[in-house]
């Protein structure tokens, strides 16, 4: 039972457009998500992460929003860029349960087109 | 200089054989963490400790053991190869609660097992 998907493997935007990438989990003991990139030949770098205590974090040209009634997290890329071409994942964790474990989607293949 | 690094980066093996992945890193931090990564999937957690005399058993630890010889190291052994370890090895730390547990990650140590 996987408890984070992100339902699309792939999306394609063009250089300058929004990315919206989506990640569903289905716990609703979690309560601290994290988005990582991740470049070929690379381990996953940080990027943004979000408490449920927020419904929104941004960070430069990253927002990520949480809508904890769904049960769903997004994280917007505004502009993209060709360098945003990655493969994104985001991660959830249940902080105050004490039970260490994040749990990691399977990521989403961006490609910003120049 | 890399603050999380992996070795060896490439293994080719064969069935029955024993193999250790290491991992060192320069930050200062007290978690480590191996996970892995395989094609479709997200990353899953193998083991992690939180300090030198903390080990503990993620997702999917059979088959692996590891040791924490010093804040600095943590390594993972197979102690009898199968080919479906066959996968990308990530090794992580995290600061927890000064870093708020963001997790960064070494490069990836790619294993095949034959």
């Known amino acids: 039972d996987q408890q984070v998907k992100q339902n699309s493997p792939s999306l394609s935007v063009q250089e300058g457009r929004i990315s919206i990438l989506n990640c569903d989990y289905t716990?609703?003991?979690?309560?601290?998500f994290l988005w990582y990139k991740k470049y070929p030949a690379e381990g996953p770098t940080f990027l943004i992460s979000?408490?449920?205590?927020?419904d929104k974090n941004e960070d430069g040209r990253f927002t990520v929003f949480l809508n904890k009634s769904a049960k769903h997290l997004s994280l917007h890329i505004v502009p993209s860029q060709p360098g945003d071409s990655a493969v994104y994942f985001c991660?959830?964790?249940?902080?105050?349960?004490?039970?260490?474990?994040?749990?990691f989607g399977t990521g989403t293949r961006l490609k910003v087109l120049a | 200089d890399a603050d999380v690094t992996q070795t060896p980066r490439n293994r080719i093996t064969k069935t029955g054989k024993r193999i250790m992945l290491e991992c060192s890193q320069t930050?200062?931090?007290?978690?480590m963490y191996w996970y892995r990564q395989d094609p479709g999937l997200g990353l899953r957690l193998i083991y992690y400790?939180?300090?030198?005399?903390?080990?503990n058993k993620g997702e999917i630890s059979d088959g692996y053991s590891v040791s924490r010889q010093a804040q600095a190291k943590f390594s993972l052994s197979l102690e009898s190869a199968i080919p479906n370890q066959t996968a990308l090895y990530f090794c992580?730390?995290?600061?927890?609660?000064?870093?708020?547990?963001?997790?960064?990650f070494g490069p990836g140590t790619r294993l095949t097992v034959l």
């Open positions: 930050k200062g931090h007290d978690r």
């Open positions: 716990n609703s003991m979690f309560d601290y």
């Open positions: 991660a959830a964790n249940s902080l105050s349960s004490g039970t260490y474990k994040y749990i």
């Open positions: 979000i408490s449920s205590i927020k």
């Open positions: 992580a730390t995290s600061d927890f609660p000064t870093g708020g547990d963001t997790q960064y």
């Open positions: 400790s939180f300090d030198v005399k903390d080990i």
